[in-house]
């Protein structure tokens, strides 16, 4: 046969051998059988629900071992029962190449392959229909599915090639296929140390592909499957070949076989080993490139002044859940010194092999090895060892540990899932924290982009109180060190608003809102004393803080950080401090350490006392977390703040929730900035928010069983439990849109006035679903009525309610009119009544106050309408509802504040690490509707494929008896 028709004979060879499959009822049995094991798997075995996870991993987890039965299963038959029946001599006399033949039997098995696999599609269909699914790592998972199904095809057409027995050809196909399977597995990478493990996992055909399935195409791993397939096809053709020969050995023609079979074999080999040298052949599939190097980064990277040191401590002998992560992470770090170059170096070592680097590790860096349990069926033991990466820049340093980089979740059945959390947030995070403690002790201006203006409007001496004339004095004297410091780059000037008949007064009046001060509420005496830093983009007002030369000069330095990248900002957070309690008393409600843990990693975090009606001068955004009952001066901190261009973020609602006689019940909670919010247009409703679209809590509920009551706590689809999906939040902001979803616990709905907002930005950040209403009875425990819960149904007006908003923009001071309150107790003009006692009088500092009376355009208020979504209880619970840590709503407060302080680069990095999609709340009856709607699907694509075939056996019988009647 000419050779430009060998695709043509193996095309033919291949529709023989599915015609064949077809036409048994063994073919449809055993795809019946293959879809029911794999659904089965997927929604009993590894539990989907229980998991609440939007993705296919339990799909992927069992499918390499279900393929080396399906895949041997396949071959079986192929070549053993052409030597049991004798039809393999006809396949050897044709004058047709052996391997036309081994060809079209693998393609037949790989496109019985691919049905089989098709048979599965409903499956992450049904988790899109549910959730929000990544398609990246779906569509890696059937690519790495269809190479490492290729590779077991050609295992098993070469076992079935050595006998004429399809048992033994099954045995010994799932044989070679399960060692190939295991070499990777921790079942033998747990005996070895790390480096012979990380070997092992590259010969392993499950490692390979859990690698694809995490949505990198590695296109090494792709080679390693297609030098299988084709080590094991040229064995078959090979083995096929010999039957040929005349049984008269050492022809040169056997043994110019046995050469090119041999080098071929060890040149596909040898390429693999080759092939491990290239790191830039990957694909990064997944949902905003989860596992390649972010520009985000690369900005950190480019900005590198000094070498960066990123050093991996590993230890051979680890966990074994933690020996796969190791490679990743190098992987990882080694990008970094790609993306880098001579500015980052990166280092590998294991402390445990060299006693000197343990030595330095232990001793300048305070690294320690971590114990972990190692356990098999005969034994168990303690072995101590290292998963750390050091981050020096300079003479700065940041380790990060286990705990650091590695997510542990609870899974169905008692076992754990071990992954790695955000590595790239994690290193980033910590590279801009090193450098941020280096830049700290250098030039302030080395990070500033362009000149600084300090612009002094002070009134003239003779008009200054006397505190305020030697403090100027000292003010010149900083100011001038600086001015000779910088040079060019700081510029100072004096300007007195009164000269040139109170022109300059009129203008930093209109342009900053800035009005005269005085000594006290009912003082005649003004005068102007109001310091700016300032360029073309930004403004800053340093504060008038205690009159100290030293406090100015931090003050100043804290306004120049504002205007630099790289340095570490500082939050004030004014939330509720635990009171004094004894230390047997549980711990208080209503915290938010775990907010301050998180934002604390790479943010400076100062608790404030807004009692003194200011925010710290170093403070860069004000952050208030469930605000009650603030006074006249804490109001009025908060608006001058806000009045400054700042950014206060505000979570606050009309209630707080509490347990109360075994029940849940909300009390009524005064915050106090009810009126400062009605004057800036927004008000938040003193009723609840209900949503049908909910999020599983656990709730104490009282039951009657058998005529008994009795109390326990159970996981409930609970309506004040807000569910926030996609569509209810903003995705063009860089806030929310990063945000999978957002549980939001007892919220109210925000109402904005438009009228009022005129010249002002407004952007609705949250907002609940459609089915979602409102109530006002403060009795939130569930209702059972004859043991059952009461579902609560949308009345016909549910509607969308807002749940948080950004306004931004100009804005107008609650305290313009009325003066500030901190001269309230200077010059009382009601003098004590005759024959009261006076009390000595206690010489204070005098306080000089005026009020902003309007915000430049910089200023940003964000409100969140729930005093608990952030609180320490509410993390708590959500974490035992989803089995790990809920960090979603933290991530959006981070999101808030590096946005707010013009720094959005780990935000997108931040979003990387958005791996687990939770699945909305399904009902039970939902959930056993969509799996027998997987079942049904199943079974009408095996029918269909059998009404297919039959109706081409129809048409092929009609054409015979055509044909035999013309």
């Known amino acids: 046969m000419p050779r430009n028709g060998n695709m043509g004979s193996i095309l033919r060879v291949a529709g023989k051998e599915i015609n064949l499959f077809f036409s048994s009822p063994v073919a449809y049995l055993f795809l019946g059988v293959f879809a029911a094991v794999t659904l089965f798997v997927f929604f009993w075995g590894e539990s989907f629900y229980a998991r609440n996870i939007a993705d296919v991993r339990p799909l992927f987890e069992w499918l390499p071992v279900l393929l080396i039965f399906l895949c041997s299963t396949l071959t079986m038959r192929m070549w053993s029962e052409e030597k049991r029946t004798g039809t393999i001599e006809h396949v050897t006399i044709q004058p047709v190449p052996i391997w036309v033949f081994v060809l079209g039997k693998f393609l037949a098995c790989l496109v019985l392959l691919l049905v089989a696999l098709l048979i599965s599609l409903p499956l992450p269909l049904t988790v899109d229909f549910l959730g929000d699914l990544d398609w990246g790592p779906v569509v890696a998972g059937y690519v790495a599915a269809i190479f490492l199904g290729a590779t077991y095809i050609s295992i098993g057409l070469f076992a079935s090639s050595r006998t004429n027995n399809p048992i033994v050809g099954l045995i010994g196909a799932v044989v070679i296929c399960s060692l190939f399977y295991l070499l990777g597995s921790p079942l033998l990478t747990s005996f070895v140390g790390n480096n012979a493990a990380e070997w092992l996992r590259l010969a392993g055909t499950g490692s390979r592909f859990a690698d694809i399935t995490r949505g990198i195409i590695d296109f090494r791993d792709i080679y390693y499957y297609v030098s299988l397939i084709a080590i094991f096809l040229v064995l078959n053709t090979w083995s096929l070949e010999r039957e040929r020969w005349a049984p008269v050995p050492g022809k040169p023609h056997h043994r110019r076989w046995h050469v090119v079979t041999a080098l071929l074999v060890a040149n596909l080999l040898a390429a693999n080993l080759w092939m491990q040298r290239m790191d830039g052949w990957r694909m990064d599939v997944t949902r905003g490139k989860q596992y390649s190097i972010s520009e985000a980064t690369e900005k950190y990277l480019s900005l590198l002044r000094e070498p960066l040191l990123i050093r991996g401590y590993f230890s051979a002998r680890t966990h074994p859940l933690l020996s796969p992560l190791v490679p990743q992470l190098r992987d990882l770090v080694t990008e970094y010194g790609v993306v880098g170059g001579d500015r980052v170096r990166v280092e590998f070592v294991d402390p445990s092999a060299d006693a000197e680097v343990e030595d330095e590790a232990i001793r300048q860096f305070g690294i320690q090895p971590v114990p972990f349990q190692v356990a098999d069926r005969y034994?168990?033991?303690?072995?101590?060892?290292?998963?750390?990466?050091l981050v020096q820049y300079g003479d700065e340093y940041q380790v990060l540990g286990f705990q650091d980089l590695v997510d542990v979740q609870a899974r169905a059945g008692g076992d754990i899932d071990v992954r790695l959390r955000n590595p790239e947030y994690d290193l980033t995070q910590t590279i801009r924290k090193v450098m941020n403690s280096y830049q700290a002790a250098g030039n302030l201006f080395d990070t500033v982009d362009g000149n600084l203006e300090f612009t002094a409007y002070l009134s003239a001496d003779a008009e200054l109180p006397e505190a305020l004339r030697e403090y100027r004095q000292g003010i010149a004297e900083v100011l001038d060190r600086y001015t000779d410091l910088y040079g060019e780059r700081f510029q100072v000037e004096f300007i007195d608003p009164d000269a040139d008949g109170g022109r300059v007064a009129t203008e930093i009046a209109e342009r900053w809102g800035l009005q005269p001060l005085s000594s006290g509420l009912f003082s005649s005496d003004t005068f102007h004393f109001h310091m700016i830093l300032h360029n073309d983009a930004q403004a800053v007002q340093i504060a008038l803080d205690n009159y100290e030369t030293g406090t100015f000069e931090r003050n100043l330095k804290s306004a120049i950080k504002r205007f630099a990248t790289?340095?570490?900002k500082t939050v004030a957070l004014a939330a509720p401090t635990p009171a004094q309690m004894s230390p047997y008393a549980p711990p208080p409600r209503g915290q938010f350490m775990q907010l301050q843990q998180y934002l604390g990693a790479e943010l400076s975090i100062e608790n404030e006392d807004l009692s003194d009606g200011s925010v710290s001068a170093s403070a860069d955004l004000l952050m208030v977390m469930a605000p009650a009952n603030l006074d006249e001066k804490s109001v009025f901190a908060i608006d001058q703040f806000l009045m400054q261009g700042g950014t206060v973020i505000l979570a606050t609602s009309p209630y707080d929730v509490n347990i109360r006689g075994q029940r849940l019940v909300m009390d009524r909670r005064e915050s106090g900035l009810g009126d400062w919010l009605e004057h800036h247009g927004i008000t938040v409703e003193p009723v609840l928010v209900k949503d049908a679209q909910n999020a599983a809590f656990p709730v104490p509920v009282t039951r009657q069983v058998a005529g008994l009551e009795f109390q326990e706590m159970m996981m409930l689809d609970y309506p004040y439990f807000v569910d926030i999906r996609q569509d209810g939040l903003d995705r063009d902001n860089p806030v929310t849109g990063t945000l999978p979803q957002l549980n939001m616990a007892f919220p109210s709905p925000i109402r904005v006035?438009?009228?009022?907002?005129?010249?002002?930005?407004?952007?609705?950040?949250v907002r609940s679903s459609p089915q979602s209403w409102t109530s006002d009875d403060l009795d939130i425990t569930p209702r059972f009525q004859d043991g059952e819960l009461l579902i609560e149904t949308p009345p016909a007006d549910a509607t969308r309610q807002l749940l948080g908003v950004v306004v931004s923009g100009e804005f107008t001071s609650f305290f313009a009119e009325d003066g500030s309150p901190l001269l309230a107790r200077e010059e009382d003009p009601a003098a004590p009544e005759s024959g009261a006692k006076e009390t000595p009088e206690v010489e204070d500092e005098p306080v000089f106050s005026s009020v902003i009376n309007r915000s430049v355009g910089s200023a940003r208020l964000i409100l969140l309408a729930s005093n608990d979504f952030l609180s320490d209880d509410i993390a708590q619970i959500s974490a035992s509802a989803s089995g790990s840590s809920y960090l979603t709503p933290f991530?959006?407060?981070?999101?808030?504040?590096?946005?707010?302080?013009?720094?959005?680069?780990?935000?997108?990095?931040?979003?990387?690490?958005q791996f687990n999609r939770t699945l909305p709340p399904v009902s039970e009856g939902v959930q056993r509707a969509l799996e027998y709607a997987n079942y049904v699907a199943a079974l009408l694509l095996i029918g269909g494929i059998a009404l297919w075939q039959n109706r081409r056996r129809y048409a092929r019988a009609r054409n015979y008896q055509r044909i035999l009647e013309g």
Request: charged letters at 20%.
């Open 566 to 568: 790289g340095f570490t």
């Open 753 to 765: 006035d438009a009228d009022a907002q005129a010249g002002r930005s407004v952007t609705e950040l």
């Open 379 to 389: 034994q168990s033991s303690i072995v101590s060892s290292y998963f750390n990466v």
């Open 891 to 913: 991530q959006m407060m981070a999101n808030a504040v590096d946005w707010s302080l013009d720094d959005p680069t780990l935000v997108s990095i931040r979003a990387r690490g």
